[in-house]
């Protein structure tokens, strides 16, 4: 599936948006609000890389099942929850928005330990799923027109005695539209909203406001505390969070109209529901980079020097190179090649001499390049090409980010880098088709001399041995210098010369395709053996920097989806 496809959702388990509303939702809407499929698909792209990077990606794979369930409800209803500490009057604000009793309000708290929901009634039966969802049973539905594409949670107190409490209001944040943060003139600088809750939830939630309550109590310096709360926003807020507009109510007298006017703005459910989507999924991408110590503003920079990395890599390759013996193994390529001309070029006694030095190891021992350079590893110790490699890490794994340095420490570890070393030049050496010694169709011919001339050979010297055994006389012929000498000495001579002339023959083109093929032979392997370490001296870095990269790319595609955050 394309990766900005509405609904891309590789993650297997997870319905893909089109299977519950999602494509139905999109269309006719602005493409701000269909842009929320391609942003969903950069957020799978960067939980993919998160996990390659073994990443936690918890967070972000949570975002992923709440936007496919958020999204799945066909209702045009956006939800705001009132959220504060024990005692600050958020069902008081509630029900003066109500304009009667919905949530329970007391001096003794915690009150609230369920969710309350105040509901248009014209959302009918359809929000009951999406209630249910944020498990909320306790609901009161209204008429008021002005907001009736809003829905009001009042949650449990974010600093209740009951641990409960605190963990229902942590896991309805995510799920919810917007937040009202309501506290008052003696919690407004409480640890427990701005360290716990503000600094965290900020960044990842796309329409917030601030209400400092109970302003009743506080005569001629409410303007004061309000632009205090608002510099402490300022001041201890995430970096890059916008700092939502802080109001001024006092909910017991009925003056929540800041209140009212701001909830009339969120009427607008898909896009509150989109934008709030949008906001989670930019957050936990930049969660994600900061893990990985990507500036999602710089494209990620290589945690190794490339300068750096070909030093290590030459410097390991001539350590391999040095254990691989091209040297020696082109040298044993033409005493291969010759050992190959001898059972076709050399005749019989050839044939023979080549079997017996076969049989004897001899061969294999000095003339059998395939065989040298598959035990090339017996030959000394990897020792000094890994140390070679792990030099130029040892910065990099220092200074990398302490989530993806357990990663990093495991590509370079001796054992791992030594086998990925060993494989890859084994594989070099075994994946070469030219390991085996060259043919010549002029070697049978010379092989079918070299017989007649044995043969030739053999039959002169046992007629010249009867010959001077029986005593008889033999015809002869004049030759230059020796002058007339018998016809079985003249043929044995004849023979032999042309015997010493094939086999001079023979071993100079062997000699000349074995150099050739020696030197084609040590290139190609030379060449095999430097790819083979470059692509697997730092082949786990390299993953681990595409992932990086891949992550890069995916908060930056998030960050156009889904708008600035």
Not at 14 to 28: C, D, H, Q, S, Y
Not at 148 to 167: C, F, K, Q, Y
Not at 261 to 278: E, F, N, P, T
């Amino acid at each position: 599936m394309a990766a900005d496809a509405p609904g891309a959702n590789p993650r297997p388990g997870v319905a893909a948006p089109e299977e519950n509303g999602f494509l139905a939702w999109t269309i006719g809407r602005p493409a701000a609000t269909r842009g929320i499929a391609v942003c969903l698909a950069r957020l799978d792209e960067g939980v993919s890389a998160g996990r390659r990077l073994r990443l936690d990606v918890a967070d972000a794979e949570n975002v992923r099942v709440d936007a496919d369930r958020r999204l799945g409800f066909p209702s045009d209803l956006s939800v705001v929850a009132l959220v504060g500490g024990t005692g600050v009057g958020k069902s008081t604000l509630l029900n003066a928005l109500a304009g009667g009793s919905v949530s329970e309000a007391s001096a003794r708290r915690p009150t609230t330990d369920k969710p309350v929901g105040w509901v248009p009634r014209s959302a009918g039966a359809e929000i009951d799923e999406l209630l249910g969802w944020l498990g909320t049973t306790n609901v009161l539905r209204h008429e008021d027109k002005a907001l009736g594409s809003v829905a009001v949670l009042d949650l449990p107190d974010l600093d209740s005695i009951e641990p409960a409490n605190r963990a229902k209001v942590e896991q309805l944040l995510p799920r919810v539209d917007g937040v009202i943060w309501v506290t008052d003139h003696e919690k407004y600088r409480d640890a427990v909203l701005h360290d716990d809750f503000l600094r965290h939830w900020l960044p990842r939630l796309d329409r917030q406001l601030v209400v400092l309550n109970k302003t009743d109590r506080l005569g001629t310096s409410v303007e004061r505390v309000r632009r205090d709360l608002d510099r402490s926003l300022r001041e201890d807020g995430a970096a890059g969070a916008v700092t939502p507009p802080v109001v001024a109510t006092a909910a017991l007298t009925g003056d929540t109209s800041s209140v009212r006017d701001w909830l009339g703005d969120q009427v607008d459910a898909k896009r509150i529901v989109s934008g709030r989507i949008a906001a989670s999924i930019r957050a936990a991408l930049d969660d994600l980079a900061e893990q990985a110590g990507i500036n999602p503003s710089v494209e990620a920079r290589p945690l190794l020097d490339a300068e750096a990395r070909t030093r290590a890599i030459q410097a390991a390759n001539r350590e391999i190179l040095r254990l691989v013996d091209i040297p020696t193994a082109q040298r044993q390529a033409i005493a291969a090649t010759r050992a190959a001309a001898r059972p076709v070029g050399a005749g019989p006694i050839g044939w023979l001499l080549g079997r017996v030095y076969k049989a004897s190891g001899r061969q294999t021992r000095s003339a059998d390049p395939k065989w040298f350079l598959a035990n090339w590893h017996r030959r000394g110790s990897l020792a000094p090409a890994i140390g070679a490699l792990r030099g130029v890490t040892d910065g990099p794994l220092r200074e990398a980010p302490s989530k993806i340095r357990p990663v990093l420490a495991a590509t370079v570890d001796a054992p791992r880098i030594s086998g990925r070393l060993q494989g890859a030049v084994d594989g070099a050496i075994a994946a070469h088709e030219s390991l085996e010694p060259p043919r010549s169709r002029l070697w049978p011919i010379i092989g079918i001399g070299q017989t007649i001339a044995t043969f030739g050979a053999v039959i002169s010297a046992a007629w010249l041995v009867v010959t001077i055994l029986l005593g008889s006389g033999a015809d002869t012929f004049t030759l230059p210098i020796l002058g007339r000498v018998p016809i079985p000495f003249g043929l044995l001579v004849g023979f032999l010369v042309l015997g010493f002339v094939l086999a001079r023959v023979l071993s100079v083109h062997a000699g000349w395709r074995g150099r050739k093929w020696a030197k084609q032979l040590g290139a190609d392997v030379t060449g095999a053996v430097e790819r083979a370490v470059a692509e697997e001296a730092f082949g786990p870095l390299d993953r681990m920097e595409d992932a990086r990269h891949s992550l890069w790319l995916a908060i930056r595609g998030a960050r156009e989806a889904c708008g600035p955050s």
